[in-house]
Nanobody, 125 residues
Framework: VQLQASGGGLVQAGGSLRLSCAAS????????MGWFRQAPGKERVFVAA????????YYADSVKGRFTISRDNAKNTVYLQMNSLKPEDTAVYYC???????????????????WGQGTLVTVSS
């Protein structure tokens, strides 16, 4: 299984970025897809997740209303549209895949089976 995240970069506060994560060697439409982030010196934390068919979306309170997760099962790709970015959004962003759909555990990084390599997002003030 491979998860390839891309789209990170340097952006000013208030700006936007769109992350993508392309998956291969798995039945993509069977997996919950999640985005997590890890800031320097901090733990990896949940950002957003989407159910296998895209009918359910979940967000951390810190990004709700600013970030949107979506997926295209025909392209085996999950996206994270990030608007109104803040300096505190600076982190390495990881995509992950979970073969079990349990909304009560969807925010737990320990639930996910596969991880991408991460893409760095830097938001300047």
């Amino acid at each position: 299984v491979q998860l390839q995240a891309s789209g990170g970069g340097l952006v000013q506060a208030g700006g936007s970025l769109r992350l993508s994560c392309a998956a291969s060697k798995l039945t993509f439409s069977n997996y919950v897809m999640g985005w997590f982030r890890q800031a320097p010196g901090k733990e990896r934390v949940f950002v957003a997740a989407i159910s296998p068919k895209g009918l359910g979306t979940y967000y951390a309170d810190s990004v709700k209303g600013r970030f949107t997760i979506s997926r295209d099962n025909a392209k085996n790709t999950v996206y994270l549209q990030m608007n109104s970015l803040k300096p505190e959004d600076t982190a390495v962003y990881y995509c992950a895949a979970d073969s079990r759909y349990d909304s009560s555990r969807i925010r737990d990084p320990g639930e996910y089976d596969y991880w991408g390599q991460g893409t760095l997002v830097t938001v300047s003030s």
